[in-house]
């Protein structure tokens, strides 16, 4: 392989992409997808913005445990205090950057920085020094750079190179430009600063042109590309991971040479997790990963994908690790049947993790006849969890709906005692979740509620996935729960999010303020 033509994959789901409304993660959820995301070959894991809040800094730590072959990366403003923190925050990393920002178009300079250019240049070039003391491997983002002007974009990048910057980051943070032009602006950049430093991209979809961005951009010089798992992010989200690597790889003609290092077939398997963890789910009929972009509905295309699959099919399902969702096992197998289809789907889980998983395992079997892969993805991804149990549902009573007034019963264990109350509510789910506050006495204030079915058949699982507010803390949680029944999943859902929020307390505040930057 020609090394130029190296395209390092940058993900940002734990950071740009915590910052879609409702996907906040905790620590542990956290965990579980950058060991994935390294599993999925990704060069650097933008662990998240360790000045943001202790809890971030402690993810951006624990993480940094456990990936030693991606970098870890952690996201600073040009700020002092920022840039020590992601440090700090990245002490342990095997292989660590850290990557700071500032804005440098003339309306985010002059409204929301208030600070004249040359000021600009000055705190990039202290933010990319003082990083330095901290890793040879730093980068630098000309935040809004999509609609800043080309001369202060090269003065400011002349700057920073010379302070020692050798990730050049130009992102279109409000997804402004079209395909050509971004194409024509990376060209531009990367002439002018030849073997430098690498260009990176990161491209947001507000018009739907983040992935035809970031391919218009390697087309032109960019060499890494700033990317999320289903396309999380802020507002429509960052270019998705699985759409910039697959369109690269299905169009290899016109991608001569060109190389990611990702392992397609974990890609599946990403999404998946992702989605069970954040409780945002791909949209049906979104490329790679939806529900639908391997099914074929209408007769004359799956008869001609029956005759021959390229008729219609540009990629094999195969290759993102899509296997039809086969049958796994039922409630005779064993231990060691169990544990081989986890290693087979890559779970790497402890010996009490496994022992776990196989109890709900057996649970499960018990009252589901057929189990499929996503059962058991949706089982690890959501009931395995090292977080605290401050509390557990012990047990679910509800009242006959046609008996007028919704009501439930519920018993909860909490610090080794069950406590068992009943109340009523606008509906069943209402009747639920108002009993567990009476018994926690904790407010909750519900933000949303999904339920979906996970895999096929009349007894498929019910997922529920919670978004709460708790005591009027400024942040929601989320808690997913896993269960035939839709209204003991619900039960579950709404108190893991309450055990969520409990494992994150203290250290749930905010970033305290924007500094100007
Ligand atoms: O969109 C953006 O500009 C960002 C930067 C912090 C890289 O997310
Ligand atoms: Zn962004």
Redesign the pocket.
Known sequence: MNDKKRVYIFDTTLR?GEQSPGASMNTEEKIKIAAQLQRLGVDIIEAGFAAASPGDFDAIRRICEVVDKSTVCS?ARAIDRDIIQAGESLAEAKHKRIHT?IATSPIHMEHKLKMSPDEVIRRAVAAVKLAKSFTDDVEF?C??AGRSEMPFLKEILDAVIEAGATTL?I?D?VGYRLPQEMGEMIRELHAHVGERAIISV?C?NDLGLAVANSLFSVLNGARQVECTINGLG?RAGNAALEEVVMAMKTRSDVFKGYDTGINTKEIYPSSRLVAAITGIEPQPNKAIVGKNAFAHESGIHQDGVLKCQETYEIMRAEDIGLETNRLVLGKHSGRHAFKERLEELGFDLSPEDIEKAFERFKVLADKKKEIFDDDIRMLIANEITNIPQAYELVGLQIADCSSGVPSAAVTIRHDGEEITDAGTGDGTIDAIFKTIDRISGHQGLLKDYRVEAVSQGKDALAKVVVNVKFDNNANAVIGHGLSIDTMLASAKAYIGALNSYLSMLPSNCQIDDCEGV
């Open positions: 740009d996201l920002f983002s935040e809004d980051n992102p943070t990161h947001h802020e």
